[in-house]
């Protein structure tokens, strides 16, 4: 992999005058291997220490250090990132999670299974792992039988899923094209970021909730430190389902225009398009002088 990644990069950039290695994981850092004299980016855009059920390992730790401290430039997501990982980086900075500019388009889509799903649909996008409280969501179903809840996105674990599947007003979809998304969340009417409290949910601050907002749906999301800058956008609350209920209910019943488009004007500055400008592309030019 190493020397046909040296083979690619001659052939396609014969010209370039620097290389930059941007990596995503600790595991990717053989990445390195092939550029040694390359600059070294490190892109921490979750909690690595430990697996979404929270279960900390200190190996992980341990093996990311390594990365950390050989890499020019550290990029952290979050601010409780951040400061794990600070007192062992040369360089550190904050990369929030961002949207493509194309979510926030008006695209529309014909004949999905979701449109046969009765509304209010509260909805929700990504992954389906064990930082999913399903205890939560199962009595959140059961007290309001006339909300359907759509879950988008691959399952991890068939097991995890037996209890909902046992209601009728909840929908697992599976996954979508990621270009379909814009055209997918517009069917929800509230999204969910329900999630357990460990030490995994409580360091990051999830992808969908730029990408909720960029559609212009309403939020309703367990309360966590990284999500407390968006308090004035979104509902915050407790993992109590009666909580959950009546600020779902909020939205619901409001059913704002204005809203959708408050949501959205603030998702702009969460593009990616934003997002390079104000964080990489500084950090980029002082640590590389380029």
């Not at 730790?61 to 050989?70: A, G, L, T």
């Not at 997501?77 to 062992?88: A, Y």
């Not at 996105?153 to 990621?178: C, K, W, Y």
Request: glycine residues 4%; contains cysteine.
């Amino acid at each position: 992999l190493r020397r046909q990644l040296q083979s690619v990069i001659r052939r396609r950039f014969p010209e370039a005058r620097r290389i930059i290695q941007w990596i995503h994981h600790p595991r990717q850092s053989w990445v390195y291997d092939a550029f040694p004299e390359a600059g070294k980016i490190y892109h921490c855009y979750d909690e690595h220490t430990c697996t979404n059920d929270g279960q900390y390992y200190p190996e992980y730790w341990e093996n990311e250090k390594k990365v950390i401290r050989m890499v020019d430039v550290t990029f952290a997501t979050s601010n409780t990132i951040m400061q794990r990982r600070e007192s062992s980086a040369r360089r550190i900075s904050m990369l929030p999670n961002g949207v493509p500019d194309f979510l926030f388009s008006d695209q529309q889509m014909t004949d999905d299974a979701i449109d046969n799903i009765p509304r209010p649909r509260i909805g929700y996008l990504g992954n389906i792992y064990r930082f999913l409280n399903y205890d939560l969501l199962h009595k959140l179903c059961s007290n309001r039988p006339d909300w359907h809840l759509v879950l988008v996105g691959p399952i991890a674990d068939e097991s995890l899923t037996q209890g909902l599947r046992s209601l009728p007003n909840v929908h697992f979809m599976g996954p979508r094209p990621h270009e379909n998304l814009p055209a997918i969340l517009q069917r929800f009417d509230v999204g969910l970021i329900p999630f357990v409290v460990n030490d995994f949910t409580l360091q990051v601050r999830p992808l969908k909730l730029a990408e909720y907002l960029a559609a212009g749906v309403p939020v309703v999301s367990t309360d966590f430190p990284n999500l407390k800058p968006f308090r004035d956008i979104i509902s915050l609350v407790s993992n109590d389902p009666d909580e959950f209920i009546a600020a779902i209910g909020q939205y619901l019943a409001s059913d704002s225009p204005d809203h959708s488009t408050r949501l959205k004007e603030f998702a702009r500055e969460y593009t990616w398009t934003r997002i390079n400008e104000k964080y990489v592309v500084p950090v980029l030019r002082e640590a590389f002088d380029i």
